[in-house]
């Protein structure tokens, strides 16, 4: 079977959608960081849409970590396709928007200078939470982070996200070239705020000045970006060329939901988003608080529960009446009341969001969604759980998802298996609850411990306290399943 590629495309089944326009005259106007499965479902489709009537707009993308995209990309000139599923069936499309893609390991030079470039308007990322080298309970850069460190006394050689970006801004103001807009497209509370905090500080320890400049000088869109995109299987490759008649090494699976919230601050110039389907408004927070809550605290709980439970996929566990109840319970009782969104009817948001969730089209691993939770915990589920206790009310629900993850972290599942746990902080949790054994109580002490994740504050709730280790003493005696059945019979 011939590979994607242009020159496939030529000879392209009829009915496959392919880009609009003609990709020879398309150039760069955006260069994005991470340019993993999420963003070649999300924001390289939007720009896909836009590129016809707004050609100066294409995407370089850059890989930071691994070379694997890059080398299924590049032989098929940078094509590939997005396969829209759900219970109707699969609609496949191929996108056309990354015109290059570089691996800033080995292409580290070529990368400064294309971000130093006055085409770039606009660096854009989804690097993941620990991309920002972070600390994720205050949202403060880690300045003792290994990649910190090491660009710090490397800035011109930079390997982390803020290393990169501070380096190409320290170019263009070094060569009187005006910034780019830096837009972060990850699931971070603020993530505009966020990101330029973390940059600005970055630069700062730079250099005074240079820091002082990114400040005042450079614009830090926040936005809120969804939709559900499950690790592509090989399984799904076969499918794909089955379908477009041509091999692609790196297809993506998607949903057909798909929003992105994002706010208006482009000095430099953007394209117009809202002609294809994006919505710009001057605040992002309360709508990236919906969904971060709504959508993201729900599907972490599940994916701990669910995976615990013995479901492979996030749609295997919502076939289980008790889980629905169960995120229908805390999404009602528990987030909504936590949200103010004029204008959004939250009841409808959180039916909609139930409905993609059980998508049996969309094969989304528990263990996919249970990685990284000492990074995702604070903003899905403890900021909430925070509101909720300063208000007095219950966070029961809430509270099970921090015992399922607190129980998942000890690395061993509910048959005596390992559980191969993926955390930037997997050694120290692991060591936690290998200590503290099947003690609910040195597992909470032991964990809660952890000022990154927790803060300060919570470890001294005795509500969180309380309600945590009731759920992890029946979690221990009963397994997730019968602790999901009594806790919403
Ligand atoms: C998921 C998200 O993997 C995860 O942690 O919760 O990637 C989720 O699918 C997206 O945020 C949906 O927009």
Excluded at 102 to 126: G, H, Q, W
Aim: proline fraction near 7%.
């Amino acid at each position: 079977m011939t590979r994607l590629s242009a020159n496939s495309l030529a000879n392209a089944p009829t009915r496959l959608a392919v880009p609009a326009y003609d990709r020879t005259g398309i150039s760069a106007g955006i260069v994005h960081l991470g340019i993993g499965a999420f963003h070649r479902a999300h924001m390289a489709v939007y720009i896909d849409d836009l590129l016809k009537d707004h050609p100066d707009w294409a995407i370089v993308g850059a890989s930071l970590r691994r070379p694997d995209t890059k080398q299924a990309l590049a032989p098929q000139d940078c094509l590939y396709t997005v396969a829209v599923r759900d219970a109707s069936g699969t609609q496949p499309r191929v996108i056309g928007s990354i015109i290059d893609i570089l691996d800033a390991n080995v292409e580290r030079e070529k990368l400064l200078e294309t971000m130093a470039s006055p085409n770039i308007r606009i660096v854009s990322l989804t690097v993941t939470e620990k991309g920002y080298c972070h600390d994720p309970a205050t949202g403060e850069l880690d300045s003792k982070h290994p990649d910190i460190v090491h660009d710090l006394a490397n800035p011109e050689n930079p390997r982390s996200a803020p290393g990169l970006i501070v380096a190409a801004l320290a170019r263009r103001r070094a060569s009187g070239v005006a910034p780019f807009a830096v837009m972060s497209c990850d699931n971070l509370p603020s993530n505009g705020e966020t990101c330029q905090r973390i940059v600005a500080r970055f630069a700062g320890l730079l250099d005074a000045d240079l820091g002082a400049w990114v400040a005042d000088n450079v614009a830090f869109p926040g936005t809120m970006v969804d939709r559900i995109v499950p690790a592509t299987t090989d399984a799904d490759r076969s499918a794909i060329a089955e379908l477009i008649g041509a091999e692609d090494a790196w297809p993506i699976m998607t949903e057909p939901f798909t929003q992105w919230v994002i706010e208006d601050n482009f000095p430099g110039g953007r394209p117009p988003f809202e002609a294809v389907g994006a919505q710009l408004v001057k605040s992002v927070e309360p709508f990236e608080l919906m969904k971060l809550r709504m959508l993201n605290g729900a599907h972490s709980t599940l994916s701990y529960l669910g995976y615990l439970a013995g479901y492979e996929h996030v749609s295997d566990a919502m076939e289980d009446d008790n889980f629905v109840r169960l995120i229908h319970q805390m999404q009602t009782d528990e987030i909504m009341p936590t949200l103010d969104m004029p204008g959004t009817d939250l009841p409808t948001y959180r039916d909609q969001l139930l409905a993609r969730f059980a998508n049996p089209a969309l094969k989304h691993r528990t263990w996919q969604i249970a990685m990284d939770g000492s990074q995702k915990l604070p903003q899905r589920l403890l900021g909430t759980i925070r509101d909720r206790l300063a208000a007095g009310k219950s966070i029961d629900r809430l509270a099970l998802g921090v015992a399922a993850w607190m129980r998942y972290v000890m690395g061993i599942d509910e048959n005596g298996k390992p559980i191969d746990v993926k955390d930037p902080m997997s050694m120290r949790l692991m060591a936690i609850a290998a200590e503290a054994g099947e003690d609910p109580k040195a597992l909470f002490n032991g964990l809660v411990a952890l000022p990154e994740i927790f803060g300060a504050d919570l470890a001294e709730q005795p509500a969180f306290r309380s309600t945590v280790i009731g759920h992890l003493e029946n979690l221990f005696e009963h397994g997730a399943a019968q602790t999901v059945a009594d806790r919403v019979a």
